[in-house]
């Protein structure tokens, strides 16, 4: 299967600072690529969709001044997390899918604390 | 909206075999299905499209009844590294852009 990375794997911060995290397709071109949230326990929530050189599509509630997400080229997507609050500690994973095929593949996800 | 799971957790013994349901209130054209271990992304297991088609890898396999929008994920003879978290993802249509909304999860656990 296709290979997608995430950068970092963790990160702590503190409240009121920015987190950018990094999803890079390393073996295709991902067209799209989805960003997920998870909480403990819980299931996987989309929060935004976003196609190479456009601008992301945010789920219902998600805000998008709060979670910025540029698709600058077709094997990066970056979601950053600004003025980072406790309550935004989640499990960050990144998807991408592309060409003829539909399987989104998963980066490995990147563990977000803010203390 | 959210795809239903069930059931939400089950045990089994090695070489036991197990059913995943997952059911949906909306028309699907693609059922995704995915593991996930503890602190670990999802593992892409197998995808099935609109059709009613049935597959299988190994002694994993699965169905999609589009008409009633449910999919099952089969486990035959099950292995310790089968325990997990069993999520499905439901698309609405195709295409790369196709957008997932993933089911509520079964836990699946697997004793020696």
């Known amino acids: 299967g296709a290979v997608v990375s995430q950068h970092p794997s963790w990160v702590i911060c503190k409240s009121g600072t920015s987190v950018k995290i990094e999803c890079r397709s390393l073996?295709?071109?991902?067209?799209?690529m989805f960003w997920y949230r998870q909480f403990p326990k819980q299931s996987l929530m989309l929060m935004a969709t976003?196609?190479?050189?456009?601008?992301?599509?945010?789920e219902q509630g998600v805000e998008k001044d709060k979670f910025l997400i540029n698709h600058a080229s077709l094997t990066l997507s970056t979601l950053t997390v600004t003025s980072a609050h406790p309550e935004d500690s989640s499990f960050y994973i990144c998807?991408?899918?592309?060409?003829?095929?539909?399987?989104?593949?998963f980066g490995p996800g990147t563990r977000l604390t803010v203390t | 909206q959210q795809p239903v799971q069930s059931p939400q957790a089950v045990i089994l013994r090695e070489g036991e075999d197990a059913v995943i349901n997952c059911s949906s209130s909306?028309?699907?054209?693609?059922v995704h299905w995915y593991r996930q271990k503890h602190g670990e992304a999802p593992v892409f297991l197998m995808i099935?499209?609109?059709?009613?088609e049935q597959k299988g890898h190994d002694k994993i396999s699965a169905s999609f009844n589009e008409k009633k929008q449910q999919s099952s994920l089969y486990l035959t003879a099950s292995q310790l590294s089968y325990s997990g978290t069993y999520f499905c993802?439901?698309?609405?249509?195709?295409?790369?852009?196709?957008?997932?909304?993933f089911g509520t999860g079964t836990l699946l656990a697997v004793q020696p």
């Open positions: 998807s991408a899918a592309g060409g003829r095929t539909i399987e989104q593949y």
């Open positions: 073996d295709f071109q991902a067209t799209t």
């Open positions: 099935l499209l609109k059709g009613g």
């Open positions: 976003s196609n190479e050189g456009s601008k992301a599509t945010y």
């Open positions: 993802g439901t698309g609405n249509y195709g295409g790369a852009t196709n957008k997932l909304i």
């Open positions: 909306k028309a699907l054209y693609s």
